[in-house]
């Protein structure tokens, strides 16, 4: 890589700074283009390198240069792992995302002072019962009425934000078993990914949602009827109760059929709800609406369908970037950068660098 000197880098640092980015000695040596003999002679202070390479890394593993001249490595949170495949080594993305979530959080604290407030609600209850309690805390009698699941979700993640005080973030964590996670702090944060529809990302919050108000956080995969953790069940039953309350649907049900319910109608109840159909056959099945038969058929189509989606997924057509820089930051954060700003306690560059945006996005989110 040129004949730029070689620098000389403390091993550990090195070693801490590769780990704490989620890559493998084997992973980083062909993402950096050097011999996996390479990077353990560096970990082990038998090699150095160069400046260019330093500065490849700083990109490969989305931190300043100067983070390997520093003599603290910042402490990343050891979140219990609730994915069903747990044996599948998280990607770098998630890493990245754990890492910046706690980072706003830490710079929001500081700034604002602002903290989560959680209610208090009785210990063991079964989670339809907390989710129709929580309903009446949040204000919520009737279901909203949207247009659609994108305005659902904000509607709700606007909601979260201004009554707990919950920083809630998007960010692409381009992993197909991570669905979100969240980050039990003064400053609680929940993770959606960004890649995900807006009907996903809406049953995700509110798991998120339900492992916060147990106390909890973790790495969640949110498969809603498959074999895992008892707190993933408890969290999957809230969710669900919350989005499409049973009293509600049942109301629901009878005002569109007398007869046994037909595809159209389903797919329609989804929409009604906001949630993706998988999780409405879902709770049909458990509130016996539609027999096991039906629910395996509609599962067996849906998984093959789900495959061959992954298999074919790119990123395609334009990207909205200012949407996209807003999610990643989250309202509440943009909120109390820009009032930091305002008071001129922090420059226009230090607020642009806190939310992680580019000038120009800045300059429209921040004014």
Not at 27 to 42: F, M, N, T, Y
Not at 257 to 271: P, Q, V
Not at 333 to 359: C, D
């Amino acid at each position: 890589m040129g004949k730029s000197p070689k620098v000389e880098v403390s091993p550990f640092i090195l070693r801490k700074l590769r780990e704490n980015s989620g890559y493998s000695v084997e992973e980083l040596a062909k993402k950096l283009g050097v011999s996996e003999k390479k990077i353990e002679d560096v970990e082990s202070s038998k090699d150095s390198f160069t400046i260019t390479q330093l500065k490849s890394l700083a990109k490969i593993y989305k931190i300043p240069l100067a983070a390997f001249f520093s003599e603290d490595i910042p402490h990343i949170p050891s979140l219990p792992d609730y994915r069903i495949n747990r044996d599948k080594k998280l990607n770098p993305e998630a890493f990245v995302a754990i890492r910046r979530a706690k980072y706003l959080s830490d710079m929001i604290v500081e700034l604002s002072g602002k903290k989560s407030k959680f209610p208090t609600f009785p210990e063991n209850l079964p989670p339809d019962e907390l989710a129709r309690i929580f309903r009446r805390y949040l204000g919520i009698g009737e279901i909203p009425k949207l247009k659609d699941s994108y305005r659902t979700l904000e509607f709700y993640k606007n909601l979260i934000e201004e009554k707990l005080g919950i920083l809630i973030i998007e960010y692409p964590l381009k992993n197909d078993n991570v669905r979100a996670f969240s980050l039990k702090r003064d400053l609680a944060v929940i993770v959606l990914n960004e890649s995900d529809e807006p009907k996903v990302k809406l049953f995700s919050l509110f798991h998120e949602i339900a492992h916060l108000l147990k106390g909890s956080e973790g790495i969640c995969e949110i498969d809603v009827d498959s074999e895992k953790f008892e707190i993933e069940r408890f969290c999957d039953k809230f969710a669900a109760e919350f989005l499409v309350p049973a009293s509600d649907l049942k109301l629901e049900i009878e005002k569109k059929a007398k007869r046994e319910l037909s595809d159209d109608i389903i797919s329609e109840l989804a929409r009604r709800y906001g949630v993706s159909k998988h999780v409405m056959m879902l709770r049909l099945l458990n509130l016996g609406y539609i027999t096991k038969d039906r629910y395996r058929r509609f599962k067996e189509s849906f998984d093959k369908a789900k495959l061959e989606e992954l298999k074919k997924k790119k990123v395609s057509g334009s990207r909205n970037w200012e949407r996209t820089y807003f999610n990643r930051a989250g309202r509440l954060a943009i909120r109390e950068v820009s009032r930091a700003y305002e008071r001129g306690e922090i420059s226009f560059f230090e607020a642009s660098r806190i939310l992680n945006m580019k000038i120009k996005y800045a300059e429209r989110l921040l004014g």
